[in-house]
């Protein structure tokens, strides 16, 4: 797949709709982390550079197709402000002569795109309102393209359009990780549940040579294999799927590396009394919260072989001490091999950056994505509608 960049772009004097998913956590009235904010920083700065006006488009929160106040793109513009280095203009109702009127060198930033339902509906219209704002369609918003929505996805098929360079990078990361990676791949998928990641671990099982599957729904697998495993959060009635995606594994050479040793304890508690048992062990009245030290060990040993490592999901009940410590171990001998060069290592997904960063490695990491669901469903060989309608043939 192919797609144009800004460098493919004439830009000066033409004002440019930049697609970014600036959906950021917001606490007491103010962003509490402005980490999709700085990633787009350098687009803006280049379309800027380039003599365009950007003309910011973004949604926020889940405000079902009408205004709603406390999820007004507003509270974003202090953030935006600090991080670019200058003033934003606010635009709630668009139109081509407003945006006209402002200076050349202004940044605009629009109003939530999700306060009319024709943006979910990637209605026509909407997309040709859009597009009728601008000149040229960059899409930065990695982390919103599985979504077809006029903002992402309609309007990219009415300008001339091109990747940002977040999205570009993004793009690049995956494709290192997953479309053409050095090998031996291996994969570390965590979380609690497998009904969610049923895709995800059916092509990740196809396209590497290791699989990690730890947190909850490593019990689910183990119960398969007809573990007690107590307490623990397992889905009992995805035994057979369960089942299914490991002689998939084995029909595809991919091997499954699951807990061979657990900490346990009897309530789901920060420093609840806990014991470390082999995956044999666990009584009946015992809950699985983190992997072991035997199977930390052995992942670690998986990622000194590996050349590639993908990462998403905590391998245990990261969130509550000491059962972060499979997860902070692991994450930590990733972080080392890839700072001395011998390990590719990308991560996303949305506890998965908290969980790098409650190991303090995020930044140690050869790429984090900025996505949750846009990096499930490229790892699970979707098509991304945002992407997609950004392809081009010459
Ligand atoms: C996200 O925060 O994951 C993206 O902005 C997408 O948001 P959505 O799940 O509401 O479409
Ligand atoms: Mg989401």
């Known amino acids: 797949m192919r797609w144009k960049t800004l460098d493919d772009m004439e830009m000066g004097g033409k004002t440019v709709l930049v697609r970014v998913d600036i959906n950021v956590p917001v606490q007491d009235g103010r962003v509490s982390d402005d980490t999709r904010i700085q990633r787009i920083v350098p687009t803006i700065r280049d379309i800027l550079a380039k003599g365009g006006k950007p003309v910011l488009l973004a949604h926020f929160g889940r405000p079902k197709g009408k205004p709603v106040p406390e999820m007004s793109l507003r509270v974003t513009l202090p953030a935006l402000e600090a991080a670019l280095g200058r003033p934003v203009t606010f635009v709630e109702t668009p139109s081509r002569a407003g945006l006209d009127a402002l200076p050349a060198n202004a940044v605009v930033l629009v109003e939530n795109t999700r306060f009319t339902p024709m943006e979910e509906a990637n209605d026509p219209q909407m997309a040709q309102f859009l597009a009728g704002l601008g000149d040229i369609y960059c899409n930065d918003a990695f982390s919103a393209a599985h979504r ?18 977040l999205m570009a990078a993004e793009l690049a990361a995956l494709e290192a990780a997953l479309g053409r990676p050095t090998r031996p791949v291996v994969a570390v998928v965590g979380g609690a549940k497998i009904s969610t990641k049923l895709d995800l671990l059916a092509n990740l099982t196809r396209k590497v040579d290791q699989l990690i599957i730890g947190g909850g729904m490593a019990n689910t697998f183990l119960a398969a294999q007809g573990h ?14 369960a089942r299914t995606i490991m002689a998939g594994a ?13 900490v346990v304890a009897e309530a ?3 420093h609840a009394p806990h014991q470390v048992m082999a995956i044999d062990a666990v009584p009946a009245a015992g809950m699985i919260l983190d992997a072991g030290p035997e199977t930390v060990a052995r992942i670690s040993a998986a990622f000194a072989q590996a050349k590639t490592l993908i990462w998403n999901g905590p391998l245990g009940a990261f969130e509550i001490a000491p059962f972060d410590a499979a997860t902070v171990a692991t994450a930590r001998a990733a972080a080392k091999l890839t700072q001395s060069g011998d390990l590719i290592s990308v991560a996303g997904g949305g506890d998965t950056v908290a969980a790098l960063n409650h190991a303090g490695v995020a930044d140690d990491f050869s ?3 900025t996505a949750g669901g846009a ?9 991304l509608p945002g992407v997609a309608a950004l392809e081009t043939t010459d």
Do not use: N, Q
Request: charged share 20%; net charge negative.
């Open 250 to 262: 084995a029909a595809a050479g991919c091997e499954i590396i699951l807990p061979s040793d657990v």
């Open 268 to 270: 789901f508690a920060a």
């Open 375 to 383: 990096f499930l469903e490229w790892m699970e060989g979707k098509t």
């Open 228 to 241: 007690g495993v107590g307490t623990s959060l397992c889905e009992h009635d995805l035994a057979e799927t």
């Open 148 to 165: 077809a929505h006029a903002s992402t996805e309609g309007v990219a098929r009415l300008l001339p359009s091109c990747a940002g360079r």
């Open 367 to 369: 790429y984090v994505s």
